[in-house]
């Protein structure tokens, strides 16, 4: 199998063997195929620590879907959106360290979904959550805006794609690039509604929720931008 059909399969462990056989590898270098053999010693702690922490901030996010979203309160009802941006985050935040290192499609699907749907996605919904007075106002041109941001980067992205024609490998590494940067501008923008929405309201409910959406926003967003970076820097050092 070429390096190109590796690249391109969705699950790359499928093709790799069993766990204690050694992978078969040909190298092509001036001419000569040079035939080795890689043998898989276990995964140390180290790279086992992200697939944990990926576990538990995709469990937060889940759980954090399920208080907002799902849960009926008497001073507020269940909220269908914030269920389905926060399990939905929840599940990518769960698939995306398998995909770094099994599926580079899935991978690239994952990240375009986090920059082109989530980002402006968790920008909107706290324009409208939890509900207030104000946020009524707002609802019509928010939407006007999500759906502007949505067609404007799906349309950036197809046209970086038809126009630049990179590799899958070449546009997974691109985005990777793009999506701490995306993540950043999503949840400064949360917070910076938030906190405006904090201090206009009087209502103790609501400004409890605030404080919940916060605290779960803050720190599903920098540790999720740590495990982004770790490997970014590893990359450059190397």
């Known amino acids: 199998m070429r390096y190109g059909d590796v690249v391109t399969h969705w699950n790359i462990l499928r093709i790799v063997g069993p766990r204690d056989m050694p992978i078969p590898v040909v190298v092509e270098r ?3 195929l040079i035939t080795l053999a890689m043998v898989r010693s276990p995964p140390p702690a180290s790279f ?9 901030l995709a469990f937060i996010c889940v759980l954090t879907g399920w208080l907002l979203g799902v849960v009926r309160r008497h001073e507020v009802g269940a909220a269908p959106l914030v269920a389905l941006f926060w399990i939905m985050l929840g599940g990518l935040v769960g698939m995306y360290q398998f995909a770094r290192f099994a599926s580079p499609p899935l991978l690239a699907i994952i990240q375009c979904v986090f920059i082109i749907v989530l980002a402006p996605l968790g920008v909107y919904i706290h324009l409208l959550f939890p509900p207030r007075p104000a946020a009524l106002t707002v609802a019509r041109r928010a939407r006007l805006l999500l ?5 404007t980067l799906a349309l950036l992205f197809a046209g970086v794609v038809m126009i630049g024609r990179p590799s899958l490998v070449e546009f997974v590494v691109a985005t990777a690039r793009i999506l701490p940067l995306a993540f950043c ?8 509604v938030l906190a405006q929405a904090y201090r206009r309201t009087i209502i103790t409910h609501v400004r409890r929720q ?3 959406i916060a605290s779960a926003c803050l720190f599903v967003g920098m540790v999720w931008l740590v495990l982004l970076a770790v490997p970014l820097a590893g990359a450059t050092c190397r």
């Open 48 to 56: 086992q620590a992200p697939k944990l922490v990926s576990a538990l």
């Open 210 to 212: 605030i404080r919940l």
């Open 30 to 32: 001036d001419g000569n």
């Open 185 to 192: 501008v999503a949840f400064v923008g949360s917070g910076i």
């Open 147 to 151: 759906i502007t941001a949505w067609l």
